[in-house]
T-cell receptor, first 114, second 118 residues
């Protein structure tokens, strides 16, 4: 059974700092991995999607990497801003993509202090 | 593009009543939609996969007679919580898979529905 874990559970940094969020999964046979952002009481915003054949994806100040063999992904946020404060979730799709079911991690609550 | 809406955003009901939540893909067609449940400070748990024109597939432990799912068109799926009880109070979120866009297999999420059962 696939399990997805995120470390740390919570993180507080001063504005402008670069930071890394970690995601690990127990079954390396994933189809893709997706990073999301969730603001309090809101739905999810998709940030980056990495296909299993890819090593990284970039969007603006965000860079996500994927190492399937070790079951790890990282989300790098450059020059953090208070507006980046949110819960960040990673999720993987297994089953060769047949079901497209997302298995979510436990999330990292990020607070960027002005 | 790739916008998913949910209605209502918030609902409060009495115990024993049924509540219907709608999930719509606004600018794309979604043959598959997913329904999730999220308890406070916890991650999302998949409840069921909604397939257009066929029966939903429920995850283990989810009562299909309590959580009725109907996916009548390529842009609309509904979740009905029947005979709701306080323990059904939660944040319900849907997602839709955009099979026609450039971001194949990417899921886009609705804003969620906060259900409170008194």
């Amino acid at each position: 059974k696939q399990e997805v874990t995120q470390i740390p559970a919570a993180l507080s940094v001063p504005e402008g700092e670069n930071l890394v969020l970690n995601c690990s999964f127990t079954d390396s046979a994933i189809y893709n991995l997706q990073w999301f952002r969730q603001d309090p009481g809101k739905g999810l915003t998709s940030l980056l999607l990495i296909q299993s054949s890819q090593r990284e994806q970039t969007s603006g100040r965000l860079n996500a990497s994927l190492d399937k063999s070790s079951g790890r992904s990282t989300l790098y946020i450059a020059a953090s801003q208070p507006g980046d404060s949110a819960t960040y979730l990673c999720a993987v799709v297994g089953d060769g993509g047949a079901t497209n079911k997302l298995i979510f991690g436990t999330g990292t609550l990020l607070a960027v202090q002005p | 593009g790739a916008v998913v809406s949910q209605h209502p955003s918030r609902v409060i009901c009495k115990s024993g009543t049924s509540v219907k939540i709608e999930c719509r893909s606004l600018d794309f067609q979604a043959t598959t939609m997913f329904w999730y449940r999220q308890f406070p400070k916890q991650s999302l748990m998949l409840m069921a996969t909604s397939n257009e024109g066929s029966k939903a597939t429920y995850e283990q432990g989810v009562e299909k007679d309590k959580f009725l799912i109907n996916h009548a068109s390529l842009t609309l799926s509904t979740l009905t919580v029947t005979s709701a009880h306080p323990e059904d109070s939660s944040f319900y979120i849907c997602s839709a898979r955009d099979v026609g866009g450039w971001s194949y297999n990417e899921q886009f999420f609705g804003p969620g529905t906060r259900l409170t059962v008194l």
